[in-house]
């Protein structure tokens, strides 16, 4: 198996444009000038990853005042992902990298233990883009409950 990158703070965040729920492109090029939260997960609808995305929706105002936007990544397929995001009233984007060239570019795809075994998948994995599109917060094998909470209080929202 090969080494996963692992993006550190300073390091320009690695571009994308990827479909959203509906099917429109959305590029991390879109928020520049703004702080935008990217955070991937390994599949909609599952149990950690609901109450992850419910997190970050219940705390999207206080995010949003702070001038963060949040954008949630998975290789589920859009229609997937807006069946997620209807039923958990999402209001942020989700968007939809099936072949995951986005989850590897951003160290998000890779070796990780699950159950005490080493194999392939999604790392849970959270990062802050400043407005300049550089990475200032880069964790990785972060928890679905309580992530958001200490993102907040990490960056004093």
Known sequence: MTETVRLQPGDTAPAFSLPDADGRSVSLSDYRGRKVIVYFY????????TKQACDFRDSLGELNEAGLDVIGISPDKPAKLAKFR????????????????????????????????????VIRSTFVVDEDGRIAVAQYNVRATGHVAKLRRDLSV
């Open 86 to 121: 209807d039923a958990e009233k999402l209001t942020f984007p989700l968007l939809s990298d099936p072949d995951k060239a986005v989850l590897a570019a951003w160290g998000a795809f890779g070796e990780k233990k699950m159950y005490g075994k080493t194999v392939q998948g």
């Open 42 to 49: 390994p599949a909609a609808s599952t149990p950690g990853c």
